[in-house]
Nanobody
Framework: QVQLIESGGGTVQAGGSLRLSCAASGRTFSTYSMGWFRQAPGKDRELVAAMTWTGDNIWYARFVGGRFTISTDNAKNTVYLQMNSLKPEDTAFYYC???????????????WGQGTQVTVSS
């Protein structure tokens, strides 16, 4: 029903920047919010940032520390994650996901992209 495709991952040096994109298609009208999750090997999947399509609710994980910005381009059905001042501990597989609510739990997200790898070298 909803398809999500991430792009923009890659390898960057510590202190560098990346912008992840997630293009949504299909029945996007059924979604209310978008989130960016990440998962490192041996770790649980964790929410990095989330926002509603309407823009009235935005959430960032504590570890973001002002370094990342989530945004949407509603006309393009696309959500972005601008990541600046990247640290090696940001290395993970990053996923975008869509939800019918505004939540911080992975179980509250109904549709998932395939993910994109982000590697930050020191």
């Amino acid at each position: 029903q909803v398809q999500l495709i991430e792009s923009g991952g890659g390898t960057v040096q510590a202190g560098g920047s990346l912008r992840l994109s997630c293009a949504a298609s299909g029945r996007t009208f059924s979604t209310y919010s978008m989130g960016w999750f990440r998962q490192a090997p041996g770790k649980d999947r964790e929410l990095v940032a989330a926002m509603t399509w309407t823009g009235d609710n935005i959430w960032y994980a504590r570890f973001v520390g002002g370094r990342f910005t989530i945004s949407t381009d509603n006309a393009k059905n696309t959500v972005y994650l601008q990541m600046n001042s990247l640290k090696p501990e940001d290395t993970a597989f990053y996923y975008c996901a869509a939800s019918t609510v505004f939540g911080v739990r992975s179980t509250e997200y109904d549709h998932w992209g395939q993910g994109t790898q982000v590697t930050v070298s020191s």
